[in-house]
């Protein structure tokens, strides 16, 4: 059962940490899909997020540590770069559209505008 967990094993909404954790947790379970150091980090790369393996997939590494070192990187820059945008966006709407006209101007009120409870004299 934990052999199946493994080889089934991705990434999805946790860290790059937390997924290496239970990708190493799970690896001891199923030793002879990983008994190279590249049938190791091919299968690692395949449970990572798209975005993540895409940036991954045209790097060569030395080793498993290396990959995982780059894909905690690719990681970070990722949520920084969402955040980042978040936080423009949130400053757009804060601002709001461009008024147009001088500040300080008044809205224009007809005549026979009056306010509530007083009469024209």
């Known amino acids: 059962m934990k052999e199946r ?7 999805e909404n946790v860290s790059v940490l937390d997924y290496a ?11 002879h899909q990983i ?7 091919n299968h690692f790369e395949q449970g ?3 975005d993540i393996r895409s940036m991954i997939a ?3 590494f ?3 540590h290396s990959m995982y070192q780059r894909a905690v990187k690719i990681a970070r820059v ?12 949130f400053g757009k709407r804060k ?10 101007n008044k809205r224009f009120r007809p005549d026979n505008y009056h306010r509530k409870g007083k009469q024209p004299a």
């Open 48 to 50: 990572l997020r798209g």
């Open 62 to 64: 030395d080793n498993f």
């Open 58 to 60: 045209g790097q060569t």
């Open 35 to 41: 008994n190279t150091e590249e049938r190791r980090m």
């Open 78 to 89: 990722l949520e920084e770069t969402k955040m980042e945008k978040q936080a423009l966006a």
């Open 21 to 31: 954790t239970k990708f190493n947790e799970l690896s001891h379970f199923s030793p």
């Open 5 to 11: 967990e493994f080889l089934s094993l991705k990434q």
């Open 95 to 104: 601002m709001g559209p461009p008024r147009m006209g001088f500040p300080g």
